[in-house]
C-alpha cells in the first residue's frame, strides 16, 4: 500500500544563488528561512508557508548542459508519520530501477532519498517535533521504533543552539510571513 504523499517541496540547481534567491523574494515574496554550505556548495531554503520551513531549496552548482544536476535538485513528497517512510523504503529497496537509497535525520525531518530510473532524486520524508538550522545531516535507521528514532534525534539536537519546538517555529514564522506580505502589498 502507498502511504498518503502530499508533493511539499522542490530543489533546484542555480548558478548564481544570490541572485535567485533575491529574484524569489522580491518578485515571489518567498522568505529565507536557512542558508548554508552541504556538500561543497551554497544551499538556500525559501518558503511562503508557515507550516514549510521549505517549499524551495536552491543549491549552487549547477552545471551547463542538460542531463541529472541540470536543473531539478530534487521533489519532496510529505508523509504524515514514520511508517509512511518505512513503508516507501520497502517499496524503494525493493526495485531494481531505483538507486543512491539513503535514509537521513535533519533534526526537523526524518527523510529517505533515493533516485528514480531517470536519476531524479526523490525525497519522502515527515516533520519531528522540532526546528533547527538547516543544513543539518545524521543518519537514519528506519529499523528501529519510533520511540527510538525520535530519542536519539533529541540526543543528537541536545545542546543545539537553534533547536525550538516546531509549534514554536511555525508560529514566529507565520508572523514573518504576514509581516513580509503586508509590506510588499503596501500602496
Same mark, same amino acid.
Given at each position: 500500500?502507498?502511504?498518503? *504523499?502530499? *508533493?511539499?517541496?522542490?530543489?533546484?540547481? &542555480?548558478?548564481?544563488? @544570490?541572485?535567485?534567491?533575491? $529574484? #524569489?523574494? %522580491? &518578485?515571489?515574496?518567498?522568505?529565507?528561512?536557512?542558508?548554508?554550505?552541504?556538500?561543497?556548495?551554497?544551499?538556500? $531554503? =525559501?518558503?511562503?508557508?508557515?507550516?514549510?520551513?521549505?517549499? =524551495?531549496?536552491? @543549491? +549552487?552548482?549547477?552545471?551547463?548542459? %542538460?542531463?541529472?544536476? #541540470?536543473? =531539478?535538485?530534487?521533489? +519532496? $513528497?510529505?508523509?504524515?508519520?514514520? /511508517?509512511?517512510?518505512?513503508?516507501?523504503?520497502?517499496?524503494?529497496?525493493?526495485?531494481?530501477?531505483?538507486?543512491?537509497?539513503?535514509?537521513? %535525520?535533519?533534526?526537523? +525531518?526524518? +527523510?529517505? #532519498?533515493?533516485? /528514480?530510473? @531517470?536519476?531524479?532524486?526523490?525525497?519522502?520524508?515527515? %516533520?519531528?517535533?522540532?526546528?533547527?538550522?538547516?543544513? #543539518?545531516?545524521?543518519?537514519?535507521?528506519?529499523? =528501529?521504533?519510533?520511540?527510538?528514532?525520535?530519542?536519539?534525534? @533529541?540526543?543528537?539536537?541536545?545542546?543545539?543552539?537553534?533547536?525550538? /519546538?516546531?509549534?514554536?517555529? &511555525?508560529?514566529? $514564522?507565520?508572523?514573518?510571513?504576514?509581516?513580509?506580505?503586508?509590506?510588499?502589498?503596501?500602496?
Amino acid at each position: 500500500m502507498i502511504p498518503d *504523499l502530499k *508533493l511539499r517541496h522542490m530543489g533546484m540547481f &542555480v548558478r548564481d544563488i @544570490e541572485t535567485m534567491a533575491a $529574484f #524569489y523574494t %522580491d &518578485v515571489l515574496g518567498f522568505l529565507i528561512t536557512d542558508r548554508g554550505d552541504v556538500r561543497g556548495q551554497k544551499v538556500v $531554503f =525559501l518558503s511562503r508557508d508557515a507550516q514549510s520551513h521549505h517549499q =524551495l531549496v536552491m @543549491e +549552487s552548482g549547477r552545471h551547463p548542459g %542538460d542531463g541529472p544536476g #541540470y536543473g =531539478l535538485q530534487q521533489i +519532496s $513528497f510529505w508523509v504524515p508519520q514514520l /511508517d509512511g517512510l518505512r513503508v516507501m523504503h520497502q517499496r524503494v529497496r525493493a526495485r531494481n530501477d531505483t538507486g543512491l537509497i539513503q535514509c537521513v %535525520d535533519h533534526g526537523n +525531518s526524518w +527523510s529517505l #532519498y533515493f533516485r /528514480d530510473p @531517470e536519476a531524479n532524486r526523490i525525497e519522502v520524508y515527515t %516533520d519531528t517535533p522540532w526546528h533547527i538550522a538547516q543544513p #543539518y545531516l545524521e543518519p537514519l535507521d528506519l529499523d =528501529l521504533s519510533d520511540a527510538e528514532i525520535t530519542h536519539r534525534t @533529541e540526543q543528537h539536537l541536545a545542546g543545539n543552539p537553534t533547536k525550538q /519546538d516546531r509549534t514554536d517555529w &511555525v508560529a514566529a $514564522f507565520g508572523e514573518q510571513i504576514r509581516a513580509s506580505h503586508a509590506a510588499h502589498n503596501r500602496p
